[in-house]
């Protein structure tokens, strides 16, 4: 299994970015996947996840600014952020877990500066 993360970079203040996730080995249609992110001295926590339906949950700290979906068709999870802030700043990871098996991504930079 293999989650290849995307998208990150440096953005100022209130500005946006999309991060991609490419899977493979997995039967990506049917498994739940998530966003998570670490900030530096802070423990890994959830920014957003997706189920195989489409039903999405968010962290307070997303919610009305960020925007996770999938294409089943490519194998890919997406985070659209929005209006980002410098508390953002955290190396986001996808991942995909259920009962028996927890996969991650290498982790993509997200830089918010003021």
């Known amino acids: 299994v293999q989650l290849q993360a995307s998208g990150g970079g440096l953005v100022q203040a209130g500005g946006s970015l999309r991060l991609s996730c490419l899977a493979s080995?997995?039967?990506?249609?049917?498994?739940?996947m998530g966003w998570y992110r670490q900030a530096p001295g802070k423990q890994r926590e959830l920014v957003a996840t997706?189920?195989?339906?489409?039903?999405?949950n968010y962290a307070d700290s997303a919610k009305g600014r960020f925007t996770i979906s999938r294409d089943n068709g490519k194998n890919t999870v997406y985070l659209q952020m929005d209006n980002l802030k410098p508390e953002d700043t955290a190396v986001y990871y996808c991942?995909?877990?259920?009962?028996?098996?927890?996969?991650w991504g290498q982790g993509t930079q997200v830089t918010v500066s003021s």
């Open positions: 991942n995909s877990g259920g009962p028996t098996y927890d996969y």
């Open positions: 080995g997995i039967i990506f249609r049917i498994v739940p």
């Open positions: 997706i189920t195989s339906g489409g039903l999405t």
